[in-house]
């Protein structure tokens, strides 16, 4: 249920709290494993290497402000020891916000 209310199938709600101006949710994302390092190209020999907490923000939800926190996952590559972060579909990384926060502005 708490799913449906961001809508964004690639994420995975853990918490939500609720004040007089925002939603918070607590999130995470259900897009599988990267198949290879996008650094150097290997093939699969990444191991997760922990999860940081980054914040995005989304469309307004019944007035108020919506933010995401997204517990991401850092992987690191055996090859050639870069480390990355998941890809996150319905995100602009850069800009710390959703696809869809952009198209509506
Ligand atoms: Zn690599």
Request: with cysteine.
């Amino acid at each position: 249920m708490l799913t449906n209310m961001i809508n964004l199938p690639n994420l995975k709600i853990l918490d939500m709290k609720e004040s007089e101006y925002d939603y918070r949710f607590l999130v995470e994302s259900t897009t599988p494993s990267p198949s290879h390092c996008p650094k150097c190209g290997a093939i699969p020999n990444l191991y997760k290497h922990g999860k940081k907490e980054q914040l995005f923000f989304d469309l307004p939800m019944h007035t108020k402000r919506v933010g995401l926190i997204i517990k991401r996952q850092r992987y690191k590559c055996r090859e050639c020891n870069e480390t990355f972060f998941e890809d996150l579909p319905d995100m602009d990384v850069k800009r710390s916000v959703t696809n869809r926060l952009l198209i509506w502005i």
